[in-house]
Structures are given as C-alpha cells and as structure tokens.
C-alpha cells in the first residue's frame, strides 16, 4: 500500500523527505520526529516497488530508506536504482550492520545510515551530513559536468589519463582525429590511442602525456609529429600536455591537439604560389631587359646584313673579298639569332609561323649544331620521310633545337653520340602519354634528340620543364632552355615528350602537327623560291617612314636598285608633308611601327582617309607587346620583324602590291 502523507511546513529542516519503512508505527514515529525538526515528508512506501514509483512522481530531496522490507525488491534494490536512476540521495535505516550488508549497501552510494531504534540526536546529525555530503556531491557532479562539457565542445582535441598513463576521457574532436571513440579508448594505454612519430624519419616519440606524469610539468612540442590513427593513415599534429594535479598530487594528464595537416597544405601551397610569383617577376625583368635592347639591336642588324647582302650582289665569286663580306654577313645574322633567342626567352618575339619542311630546317641549323658541340660528341641524323611539312616560326625551330643540343652536350661531358631523327607517326583519337595533354588524332612530325648522357631521375623530369628549375651550378645555366622549348613545341600546336633513364640516356620526343596540303595554309608574306626576279612589276611607288637613318637609306637603296621610286621621311608627320605634296599616286606607304610625333599607324591611316588605294607594310624592331599595342598585329596586314634581310623585304613589299589594300 501506498500512503501520502500531507506536506509540513516547519522551521529548521528545509528538505522534502520520503520514508520507506514496512514498520507502520515506525514509519509514523519517523514522520513525526522528521516533522519536529522542520523537514516536510513528501509521502511513505512499505515495498521497495512503491519507492520507486513514488521517487519518481514526487522527486523527494531525500529518501530515508529501511533495508529490509517486504516483496522482490529490498531496500538496497531500491536505493540503488534511485540513487543511480535519479539522482536522489539515500540514507538507509537498518537494525542490522554486519558486514555484508554494508557492503551491498555501498552499490547505493547511501549518505548515510541512521540504526533503529531511533534517536533524536542522531537522526539530526546523520540529516545534517547526509544533506551536506549530497550537496557536495552534486557541486562536484555539475563541476565535472561543466568540465566535460568544455572539453567536449572546445575546438581541439583533448585526451585525459589517470595517474598511470590510461585513458580517462576522449572528446569528439578527439574521436574524429584519432579514429578511437571514447567508450573504446577508456582503460587503453594512451601511447595505444595516440601514438606519434617524426615527421621526417618516422622515429617513435616519447608520449607527452607520459612525460608529463613523469615531469609534473607542463610539456609543449615544439614539432609537429605524426599521428597514426586507428586505421592506419597519418595526421599533422601539434600537441602539448599538462599535469592534472591535486595539490602537490599529480592524478593524471591531459593531451591537447590539434590536426595541421590543411594548414601545412595551405602553407606549401602559399610557397609555391610565392615561388611562381618570383619566376613570374623573373621573366617579367627579362622581358623589359629584351625590349630595351631588341629594337637599337634590330636596326643595327638590318644595316650589317643589309648592306652585306648589296656588297655580295656586286662582287664577282672571284672576289677576294667576298669571304670578307660572307663573313661580314654571316656574323650579322648570328647576331640577330642571339636576338631572337633573347625575345624568345622573354615570350616577346613576334612570331610568324610558315609552312616548312623539316628536313630543310634541320639542314639549315645543322652547321650550327655542329659548332657548338665538342669534337667528342659526334652528331647523327636520320631521316625516314623526305617530305615532312610543318607550321612553324622557322627562328622559334632553330631555337628548340639549339636548346635541346645544348642541354644534350652537357649531359656527355666525356663525349657521347647525339641522334636528331625525323619519322612520321599517325596518332588515334584521345592519345596522350602518361599526364601530359592530349593531342588531337591526325599525322605528326616527330622530331626525336636523343643523347647518351648521364640520363634524368624521375624526381628530376617531372620538373624539368618548369622555368627557372635548373639542375646546373649557379651561374651555369637559368633553367628557362626546356621551358622555352615546351612553350614554342605548344606553339606549333605539338607537344614534347621526355623519356630517360638514369645511366642510359635522355630522349625527347617533339610532336609537330604535319601539314598535308602546302596551298591550304594561310597566307605568309614573302615565301616565294630564292631564285625569283624580285624586281618591280611596274612602276611603284614608296612612301617610306623610317627614323633611324642607317635603316632608311638602306631601305631606300634596296628598293631604288630595284626599280622602286622611294619618297623618303624621317617620320610620320614629314611622311604626311610629303604625301600632300607629292601630285602623283603613291602605292604603298612602308613604315616603322613606332616613331617621333607620329607613329605608323596613324600615318597609314590619314594617307589611307585621302588615298583609299594605298597598300601598307609595317615594320618594327620592339617586341611583341608593344606592337600589339598599336593595333598591328590582326590577320591581313602585312608586317616585318626587323633584323630582316633584304630579299624578304623585296619580296613582301611584292607581295602587299600584289593583294587588296588592308589598312589598320
């Protein structure tokens, strides 16, 4: 039976109390003495059945508790369940204190025993304990509560251990790193679920936690380490650890982490941005070194050869000064090669790619290559297709090939053999080799540099083309040679492969897109064969712009022996005079691009707006940028990149007559 007693309200005792006693007169007399001392008694149970039913609807502060009573269920059974269900204190009333009973009575953790037969005094005293112990307890439950609360939701991981090193306490940042929950790692060694090793050579390190519980000090990393997980990947960590003390008594330890692995990515990837940022720059500086020199070099270039090409046009082959001026010529032309070279590392070399066959091309630098390798190294060429066409800038040709022999050289040291072989390879659809891009199916080129050098470690050609990586001392090579090469071979629409192995040689292998049909290619300015009569086809007559003098008189030379009326300015504006001036027609205005007062595209322009016939041809020797800049360099208009020789400009200035007027 279940009886509710009404509430008492009494000075004293501020505490609702239920009585669990199967003595009815005892239970009465427990009432009135709990009443008497200010305690409100919430209610009473004969059965430890009904205690529990009753703990639960009323929530009682206490519950004075008879061991032995009646039913299934026996005093400490119900006070276990409510201690632990609840949370509601016990104090147990027994006649008996043997010492088996008070051991199952500690599964309740009871704040006390009160012995019957029932003394005043006492029950006072055990209440007042009884409510203070209960009072503690519960602080240092809500303390701990709180504690675990702020380890569970702060943003890095934390582990805890007891005095010997066991785990104690996992947190879910904790969980998710280490791959261990916390149920599974209580009780395990934590060199068990967290174990760390070096970064770099995977040695064990010494768990900090362990160290702590040996320093009693605090320990902070000054590494990060690698974390194992639990099913076997890594983790970048920083970590520390520190004592969890009482008073002078070290209890434990506590493990904080956190995983850098993202922030070490980030960081690599900050490096390597800053690092192609400086290569950038470094480009960038050879690029406005380039257009400083190229244009003063240009001019002078397209004098020396210009002038050299007229003198061998009037010496007999018996002259014994025609090697003189050869060799007058041929140094002009290697010193526009240099030229070209520096605007081709630069990226601002006004390329003009033409039909050409390769073979021809390869027989054309063939001499060069010859001279710059060492009499130890000999040189092979193979050719397996006679006819191999390809567009190409004919000067960005030449320069893949030099870079490609140049680097071949200085992998045979001791001397070796150095293969140029040229086949035609059909590719299917969607074919790459290995990560490079894919090409598109059709016929190629394949132009093969094979040496029998030292060879590349893969560690090395997977980088090889990156500019400024350079595997040479300092000051003995700038690493720009292979990205120069990938660059222009990208160019030409192809694409060149590197096949080596270390001890047994390097191969590259460039992929040039063949040309099947010469006719269906775009119009090239000035192609046509060496031995054509580049005369004037009628009378023609020149309005030159040019402000360099040498180039100007040289200009007009060339075009007067050829049966050209020239009408020579300084610059656009003395261009404009005497264009205004001149009563006759005026077929083709040949200027420089950039000029004093007036530049070139503006005088064909104003020319144009009076003679809408006028045919145009520019010429500059600034690089690409700037005369992109003037708005030269669209298809249709006809333009020259000095150092020039003079049969080019002979027939180019043909060839402008020859076709409709297209002005910028």
């Not at 032995?68 to 369940?81: F, P, S, V």
């Not at 490096?271 to 950038?280: P, V």
């Not at 406005?288 to 002038?307: E, F, I, K, P």
């Amino acid at each position: 039976m279940i009886s509710t007693l009404p509430d008492t309200t009494a000075t004293g005792f501020d505490i609702r109390i239920l009585i669990v006693e199967d003595e009815r007169l005892l239970a009465e007399e427990l009432r009135e003495r709990l009443v008497s001392i200010g305690a409100t008694v919430v209610g009473a149970a004969v059965t430890g059945t009904q205690a529990v039913t009753l703990a639960k609807q009323l929530r009682p502060d206490l519950v004075l508790m008879d061991i032995r009573l009646k039913g299934d269920m026996d005093g400490i059974d119900a006070g276990t369940w409510i201690s632990r269900a609840l949370g509601t204190p016990i104090v147990f009333l027994t006649a008996h204190s043997d010492q088996m009973t008070v051991e199952r009575a500690k599964a309740a953790s009871p704040c006390g025993y009160i012995l019957k037969p029932l003394q005043e005094h006492e029950l006072r005293v055990t209440l007042s304990l009884a409510m203070h112990r209960c009072q503690l307890e519960r602080e240092l439950r809500a303390s701990e509560q709180r504690f675990l609360t702020t380890l569970s939701s702060i943003g890095d991981a934390v582990i805890a251990t007891d005095v010997v090193g066991r785990v104690t306490f996992v947190n879910p940042i904790a969980e998710q790193i280490t791959g261990w929950s916390r149920k599974e790692a209580e009780g395990r060694a934590v060199t068990e679920v967290f174990p760390v090793v070096t970064e770099h050579d995977r040695a064990t390190v010494l768990q900090p936690a362990l160290r702590v519980l040996q320093s009693h000090g605090v320990e902070v990393m000054p590494e990060p380490v690698l974390l194992l997980t639990r099913s076997g990947q890594t983790r970048l960590v920083e970590h520390s650890a520190a004592p969890i003390a009482d008073g002078a008594d070290v209890r434990g330890a506590v493990l904080v982490f956190r995983d850098v692995s993202q922030r070490r990515e980030q960081e690599d990837a900050a490096r390597e941005a800053e690092l192609r940022s400086q290569q950038a720059q470094k480009l960038e500086a050879v690029g406005r070194l380039a257009g400083g020199v190229a244009h003063d070099v240009n001019n002078m270039m397209t004098v020396v050869t210009g002038y050299a090409e007229l003198l061998l046009s009037q010496l007999p082959a018996s002259d014994p000064n025609r090697g003189l001026v050869e060799e007058l010529k041929q140094a002009g032309d290697r010193t526009a090669g240099i030229t070209r070279q520096l605007l081709s590392f630069s990226r601002n070399r006004v390329p003009r790619p033409q039909a050409a066959n390769v073979s021809d091309l390869l027989t054309s630098i063939e001499a060069l290559l010859s001279q710059v390798l060492p009499p130890n190294i000999t040189l092979r060429r193979l050719t397996h297709v006679s006819r191999a066409q390809i567009r190409v800038d004919t000067g960005q040709f030449e320069q893949i090939l030099l870079n490609l022999v140049l680097n071949a050289r200085d992998a045979m040291p001791r001397g070796g053999t150095l293969t140029i072989e040229t086949t035609v390879s059909s590719l299917d659809a969607g074919w790459h080799a290995d990560d490079h891009e894919q090409l598109p199916a059709g016929d190629y080129v394949l132009v093969t540099v094979t040496d029998t050098g030292s060879g590349i470690p893969p560690e090395i050609s997977q980088r090889i083309f990156e500019p400024f990586f350079s595997t040479k001392a300092d000051g003995h090579g700038t690493g720009l040679g292979l990205s120069v090469v990938r660059d222009m071979v990208r160019a030409a629409g192809g694409q060149v492969l590197l096949y080596s192995e270390p001890g047994h040689g390097s191969s590259f292998k460039l992929y040039f897109p063949r040309v099947s049909n010469v006719d269906d290619e775009p119009f090239s300015w000035g192609r046509e064969a060496d031995d054509e009569d580049l005369r004037a086809e009628a009378p023609r007559v020149v309005l030159l712009a040019e402000d360099e003098e040498a180039v100007r008189s040289l200009t007009r030379t060339l075009l007067e022996q050829h049966g050209y009326t020239v009408l020579a300015a300084f610059d656009g504006e003395e261009a404009l005079e005497i264009a205004a001036a001149h009563e006759g027609q005026i077929d083709l205005v040949l200027t420089d691009v950039v000029m004093p007062r007036l530049g070139g595209r503006e005088l064909v322009q104003r020319v144009g707006a009076v003679r809408p016939d006028v045919r145009a041809l520019f010429m500059s020797g600034y690089t690409a940028d700037t005369v992109l800049r003037q708005g030269i360099m669209r298809d249709g208009i006809a333009f020259l990149q000095k150092p020039f020789k003079g049969r080019l400009l002979l027939r180019t200035v043909r060839d402008v007559l020859r076709r409709p007027a297209v002005r910028p």
